[in-house]
């Protein structure tokens, strides 16, 4: 066992995810953690509690378990603040998911601040949530979006960058972590970029969120997002964070209920933010679980931190690089040094019948276009086959994998 291992053999995190065993009690090789993660028990039991003995609604409530319930929803907000190192928790909006903060800041920053002949620039490698509503902002405002290249090995292409941002540039959106090839962003020099031409910058950092320290006055950017779902938590969460300034400034999106300070048909006032982005019963049990998978999280890197997760991550990644360059029929997608994601195609099998081949071995890989078919156009293949990793994942997925590659090319012939 190598030290990629290490983090797993101190303490056996995969016996906390009841999601990675098979039907019948055996080893489910998960490599798809960059699509969902799996849930630990920790996480299954506080969404429980808060559904069952805890439950009821927050904000408006008189009586106790109401005020407990919000005082639980304000605290994971808190928590959020805390983990990505915000200035202050008012800078955590809660939203539906990365692709519904992306769709705010498009809708709500973008309508106030982009016009016609304004500029958006984005990257070959951006995820379609990063793509589709900067070109309905486009469409509705007269802008325009310019596209990035990236380097050989499948990085965002910074010179490019710095060489041809403008001042007609108002926003700069990018995948802090690509969900395909694993690139991680300069994205201190990103941001230094745009702030020399007067732009905001905005990171998707689905992929970054589970698997690196983030603080927020560090990367100096202007928005973030997340998806709680990547990061050990439940689904119908996530995180947008937005310098409080900026979010201050921000037209209201969604009208209803929690957003107001008073309603009236004479004219309506907003609440200050985040609960001016935040109209409806809000996603509680959610926000609950999301603070039970920070803890988690937090707690499983133990004293290496997010930095040490990074790590373990990122060499079972080296490990299966290496492992996959033995087989003359896979060509490795993305550079050398990838956060824990790893791409590749394999002549003459279509990723398809390699990922059904797999899960006859309880491999579960991932094979499409990964939402990023401007990618794909870019690498010149329709789909690709992708292993991804988690806290949990161990050499021992990487091996089931390798044995089912072999399996696989015996098939083709
Ligand atoms: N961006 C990236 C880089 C992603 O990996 C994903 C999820 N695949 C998204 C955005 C969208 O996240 P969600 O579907 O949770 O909103």
Known sequence: ????????RQRDLRADFPGLLTADGGTWHYLDTAATAQKPQA????????LGRDYATVHRGVYSRSANMTLGFEAARRRVADFIDAASENEVVFVRGATEGINLVAQSWG?????????????QLEHHSNIVPWQLLAERTGAE?????????????LDWLEANLTERHKLVALAHVSNVLGSILGAKRAAKAAR???????????????????????????????????????TGIGVLWAREDILEAMPPWQGGGAMIDTVDFGGTTYAPAPQRFEAGTPMITEAIALHAAIDYVEDA???????????????????????????NSVRLLGPEKSAGIVSFVMEGV???????????????????HHCAQPLMQHLGVPATARASFGLYSTEGDIAALVRGIDRTLKIFG
Do not use: W
């Not at 996480?43 to 808060?50: F, G, H, K, L, Y």
């Not at 309508?111 to 990257?123: E, F, H, W």
């Not at 983030?214 to 997340?226: G, R, T």
């Open 145 to 157: 979006i310019d596209v990035c290249p990236l380097t050989e090995d499948g990085r965002i292409d």
């Open 350 to 368: 279509h990723p398809h019948d390699l990922g059904t081949i797999l899960d006859e071995e309880n491999v579960a890989i991932r094979a499409g």
């Open 301 to 327: 890197a133990g004293e290496g931190g997010m930095e040490a997760l990074f790590e373990h991550e990122s060499s079972l990644a080296a490990t299966a690089r290496a492992e996959l360059s033995r087989f």
């Open 111 to 123: 309508d106030a601040n982009i016009g016609p002949g304004d500029r958006i620039m984005l990257s």
């Open 196 to 234: 020399a031409v007067g732009a905001k910058i905005l990171l998707d950092g689905c992929q970054s969120a589970p698997r690196m320290r983030l603080a927020m006055a560090e990367l100096d950017c202007d928005f973030f997002v997340f998806s709680a779902h990547k990061l050990y938590g439940p």
């Open 43 to 50: 996480v299954i039991d506080a969404m429980s509690r808060a």
């Open 1 to 8: 066992m190598s030290e990629a291992d290490t983090l797993v």
